[in-house]
C-alpha cells in the first residue's frame, strides 16, 4: 500500500486526509503525547485494521479520541463528578479516563470490556483532524506493538510506512510520553498509567487518588488496564536501569561498561546531561538536564530508537527521581528494561 504524508498546514490534503479517515482508512497523526495511528471508532472493520497493523493483541483496548464535550454524552453511560472537574482541569489535555461505556461503543475497541478510555487531545491538529473527520478516532500509539512509542513523523514513517493510507506530519510531540490512564468508575479514581497529568495535578483537583498497585508491586496482579501486562517501548537491545545516588551509579555504569566491551558487545548508555562525559560507550545518548523532567520526557522515545538505529548489544540506563512527569519517564523506562534494575550501591 502507499503511504501519503502529509504537513498538517497543507489543508487541501489535510482535507482528503480527513475524508479517508471518516471513509474507513487509517491516518496517523500528531498528538501533544505521541503520535496517534486513527480509525473512525464506530466503524468496527477500520479499527480492525488498527490491530492488524500495529499487530497488537486483540485483548488490549483502544483509547477514544474526541474534540468536543458533547462527543463524551454519546460514548459513555455516565459521567461521574470526579470526571467532570478533571474535564474542567485537564481537557484538552494528556488525560485518559475510563468510563462506563454506552451502547454505541463497538466491542472491538473496547476487547470487549463494559468500559471505555476517552480523551480530548491538546494537539490543534489532532483537534482539527478529528472535527472535521466528524467522527470519534480510536487511536493507539502509531508505532509497532513493543516498539518505543513515536513521538515525530519520522518514527511513525519508520514503523507503518507501507501499512496505512495517510501519514500527517506536525513535528516532534511535545510531552513525549503517553497519556495518563485514569479509572474514573470507581469511588476514588485509580491511575492505570501515569503520564503526562502527574499524579500530583490529579491530588491538587481530587483530594484522594490511587494507583494501581500493578504499576509499583511487580509479581502475579491480574492488570485493571490490559496493556500493562504487555512488554513495551523496548528498544531491541537488552537494557538495564543502575538506581542510586548520581556519583555511584555513573561508577557503577562505568564498570558495566568495560566488563561489557571486554564480552565485545557494543554498549549504549542513556544519560543525563550531568553525567555524560562520564562514560566511555560506544553509543551515548544524552536524555537531557534532570533538573529538566519534562525535556527528558519529550526526548525519551527518540533515545531508546537511536539505539535501535546504532544497532547496540546492550543498554545502560541511569534512573530519574519518580516524582510529576518522572514517574511517567521510571514506569516507561522499567517497561522497557521489563524491569531488570540494577542497585549501585550494592556490592556484588
Ligand atoms: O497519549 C496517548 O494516550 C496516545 C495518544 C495517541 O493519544 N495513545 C495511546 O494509546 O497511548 P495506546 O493504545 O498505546 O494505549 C492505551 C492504553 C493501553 O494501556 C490500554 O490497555 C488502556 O489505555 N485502555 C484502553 N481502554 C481501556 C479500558 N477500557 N480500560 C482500561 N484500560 C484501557
Ligand atoms: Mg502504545
Redesign the pocket.
Known sequence: MDTIIINGTNDKAFKDAAKALRDGKLVAFP?E?????GADALNPDAVRRIYEAKG?PSD????V?IAEISSLNELVAEIPEAAALLIDAFWPG?L?M?FK?SNLVPDI???G?D???V?M?DNPI?QKLIKEAGVPVA?????ISGRP?PTTCKHVIDDMKGRIEYIIDGGPCQ?G???T?L?VTSDVPVI??P??VTLEMLEKVLGNVYTDPVLEIKGDIKP?????KYRHYSPKAEMFLISGDPDPVAKKISELIMESKRKGLRVGVLTSRENADKYNADVIVNVGSVKHIEQIAAGLYDSLRTFDDKKVDIIYSETFEEKGVGRAVMNRLKKASAGRIIKADEEN
Open positions: 498528538t503525547t505521541v503520535y496517534g495511528l497488537r488490549n483496548p483502544l483509547i479520541h494528556p485518559t475510563v461505556k475497541i473496547t476487547a470490556l468500559t471505555v478510555a480523551r487531545p489532532a487511536a493507539p500509539s502509531a508505532n512509542s510531552v510520553v503517553e497519556s490512564v479509572d492505570l498509567r503520564g503526562g485493571r488496564s490490559p496493556g500493562m
